[in-house]
C-alpha cells in the first residue's frame, strides 16, 4: 500500500491550494484519512480529517478555511486550503487508517505519505 501525497507549492497570503492523498496497491478498506502539518522547529499537528463514511473534523486554527473532502471510488482524500496564511507554511503529511486483506482476513494498519511543502508567502 503506497500513500502519494500531492499539491503543494508556493502561494501568496490569501490563496488557495489543494492537496491530493492518494492510496494504491493492495486490497483494502479505508476507515480514516488526517492531514497532519509540520512547521519548521514545531511538532508535528493535525489539521483535520475524514473517515470512509465522510464525518470530517478540522482543528480550530483552519476552521472556514480548510475543507477535507473524500473521493471513495478513486480511494484519493483532498484538502482544500483556502485564504492560505503565512503561518500555514509546513509540509503537510497525510495518514491513513486501513483495512487491509489478507489471507482472508482483514488487518488494521496505518500509513503515512510522504510530506508535499507548502509556503505561503506574506
Known amino acids: 500500500v503506497q500513500l502519494q501525497a500531492s499539491g503543494g507549492g508556493l502561494v501568496q497570503e490569501g490563496g488557495s491550494l489543494r492537496l491530493s492523498c492518494a492510496v494504491s496497491g493492495g486490497i483494502f478498506s479505508l476507515n480514516a484519512i488526517y492531514w497532519y502539518r509540520q512547521a519548521p522547529g514545531k511538532q508535528r499537528e493535525l489539521v483535520a480529517s475524514?473517515?470512509?463514511?465522510?464525518?470530517?473534523n478540522s482543528a480550530g486554527s483552519v476552521k472556514g478555511r480548510f475543507t477535507i473532502s473524500i473521493n471513495n471510488a478513486k480511494n484519493t482524500a483532498y484538502l482544500q486550503m483556502n485564504s492560505l496564511k503565512p503561518e500555514d507554511t509546513a509540509v503537510y503529511y497525510c495518514?491513513?487508517?486501513?483495512?487491509?486483506?489478507?489471507?482472508?482476513?482483514?488487518?488494521?494498519?496505518?500509513?503515512w505519505g510522504q510530506g508535499t511543502q507548502v509556503t505561503v508567502s506574506s
Open positions: 495518514n491513513a487508517d486501513l483495512s487491509i486483506y489478507d489471507s482472508g482476513s482483514f488487518y488494521s494498519r496505518n500509513y
Open positions: 475524514i473517515t470512509g463514511g465522510g464525518i470530517t
